[in-house]
Nanobody, 123 residues
Framework: VQLQASGGGSVQAGGSLRLSCTKSGVTPSSFYMGWFRQAPGKEREFVATIKWSGGNTYYGDSVKGRFTISRDNAKTTVYLQMNSLKPEDTAVYYC?????????????????WGKGTQVTVSS
């Protein structure tokens, strides 16, 4: 499985960005795709995850109400719509895939990772 993320950039506080992550390769019918982020000097942090079949979504506390994860089955792409961005959202964002049958916020449960995309929010 390969994951290709795109859509990062620079924006002012209060602005919006949308990240995309396209999956290629064969996967079981049930899996989760998630987003994590890592700021300089900090641990990689869970942002959101979505169950591919069914679309159930889960969010980290710091992004609830501002970020929305969604997927397009036909395009095998997952999106992260980020609104009301804050300077503390600045990080490298990674998409990842988990074959577990339940949602996880633990990066160790995600076996496939895309290259990160930088998001910078200025005040």
């Amino acid at each position: 499985v390969q994951l290709q993320a795109s859509g990062g950039g620079s924006v002012q506080a209060g602005g919006s960005l949308r990240l995309s992550c396209t999956k290629s390769g064969v996967t079981p019918s049930s899996f989760y795709m998630g987003w994590f982020r890592q700021a300089p000097g900090k641990e990689r942090e869970f942002v959101a995850t979505i169950k591919w079949s069914g679309g159930n979504t889960y969010y980290g506390d710091s992004v609830k109400g501002r970020f929305t994860i969604s997927r397009d089955n036909a395009k095998t792409t997952v999106y992260l719509q980020m609104n009301s961005l804050k300077p503390e959202d600045t990080a490298v964002y990674y998409c990842a895939l988990s074959l577990l049958g339940y949602p996880s916020m633990d990066k160790a449960d995600y076996g496939s990772w895309g290259k990160g995309t930088q998001v910078t929010v200025s005040s």
